[in-house]
């Protein structure tokens, strides 16, 4: 499954193909540095390791250090007055069974994916802070009359009387609001922008300007995408292969 690591810019609004206007948010996703490639014989499972993002030296920390030296990331000594910034090593992130061939120290982006292509964009919301249950849950609050006196916002009762005479696990209550993390499915493609590093997605995706995000192949794909056709055609291909090689033998 392939993905990248990028950077959510903000919204704006574009015409597809067919000339309607779309709703679209633009992400940074490149450029992402390769730093390693884990295999089933020697870590026990498939994956690749991306780093995305500019960094001063003097911010990572040893263990970091000296685990971009090992894959071929050249880190110079720098000066307090003269911080050096090490490129797409700020964020850094798995993807399990990447599908693309890659090795370390390969530098990939957006040109990965392609217009029609479906993704999953997984992102930390905005923090809201402290909110009421109305805010938070949708309650729909007390009556404004008939001797409500102060319960117009409120939750009402939470107890279970006397049994169990405690208060259930996962009752909806005040408390914290946002700042979670959240996938959004099966977000479709419009514009790959290759010089620029940009993807421009259709909808809106989690987080604030300027937050990170991390761009998947859509789990749940749908049937028309184009990389979906693509993988159709090709299985079909190599399907269609030994089918004709039997044919000559038999015509033989």
């Not at 919204?11 to 884990?38: E, F, S, W």
């Not at 006397?162 to 700042?179: A, E, K, W």
């Amino acid at each position: 499954m392939i993905g990248l690591i990028g950077r959510k810019l903000g919204q704006t609004r574009i015409y597809d193909a067919n000339g309607v206007l779309q709703q679209v948010t633009i992400v940074q996703a490149g450029p992402n540095r390769v730093l390693q490639c884990k295999t089933k014989e020697t870590d026990g499972y498939s994956a690749v390791q991306l780093a995305f993002g500019d960094q001063k030296i003097q911010r990572l920390n040893k263990p970091i250090l000296g685990h971009l030296k090992k894959y071929g990331v050249q880190v110079p000594e720098g000066s307090e007055k003269n911080p050096v910034q090490l490129v797409a090593v700020r964020r850094i992130r798995e993807f399990r069974d990447f599908s693309l061939p890659v090795k370390p120290g390969d530098v990939i982006g957006p040109g990965i994916f392609a217009a029609g292509d479906f993704v999953d964009a997984i992102g930390i919301t905005k923090g809201r802070g402290f909110e009421g249950v109305v805010k938070r849950h949708g309650f729909r609050g007390g009556d404004a009359s008939h001797g409500s006196k102060g319960w117009h916002r409120r939750p009402g009762a939470i107890g279970q009387r006397s049994f169990p005479g405690t208060v259930r696990r996962g009752m909806r209550m005040p408390g914290h609001m946002g700042q979670v993390r959240r996938t959004v499915q099966n977000l479709e493609i419009l514009q790959v922008r290759e010089q620029e590093q940009l993807l421009l997605i259709k909808g809106s995706i989690p987080g604030a300007n300027g937050d990170y995000v991390i761009i998947r192949e859509a789990k749940k794909r749908p049937k028309g995408s184009v990389r979906s056709k693509k993988t159709q055609a090709s299985v079909a291909a190599a399907e269609a292969k030994p089918k004709a090689a039997a044919k000559k033998t038999v015509k033989k």
